[in-house]
Nanobody, 122 residues
Framework: QVQLVDSGGGLVQAGGSLSLSCVAS????????MGWFRQVPGKEREFVAQ????????NYANAVKGRFNISIDNAKNTMYLKMSNLKPDDTDLYYC???????????????WGQGTQVTVTV
């Protein structure tokens, strides 16, 4: 069973930066991608970014394109999300996930981290 541990969230002022990390305990034969989602309580989980395990393909939600950068270190089974020029609207609980295909839909992801809170103040 793959376990994902995400970390790096915190409190930051608007315009600031944060870097999130997600460490996978192992690789699953079923998965080819890793991604980040975010969720405000009471709302559906929202796609943020994704990358293939080899890093040759990545996608971003329009809301974060140009501000967030996703990367992966295969040797460490670790994925990163570098977030810059943060806005109050980026305040959410961020989850990392491991899935089987490049997709913005939750149903294609099998394993999830526990979430790390990002709070952006004005």
């Amino acid at each position: 069973q793959v376990q994902l541990v995400d970390s790096g969230g915190g409190l930051v002022q608007a315009g600031g930066s944060l870097s999130l990390s997600c460490v996978a305990s192992s690789r699953s034969w079923r998965t080819t991608v890793m991604g980040w989602f975010r969720q405000v309580p009471g709302k559906e989980r929202e796609f943020v970014a994704q990358t293939t395990w080899n890093g040759d393909h990545s996608n971003y939600a329009n809301a974060v394109k140009g501000r967030f950068n996703i990367s992966i270190d295969n040797a460490k089974n670790t994925m990163y999300l570098k977030m810059s020029n943060l806005k109050p609207d980026d305040t959410d609980l961020y989850y990392c996930a491991e899935g089987r295909t490049l997709s913005s839909e939750e149903r294609h992801y099998y394993y999830w981290g526990q979430g790390t809170q990002v709070t952006v103040t004005v």
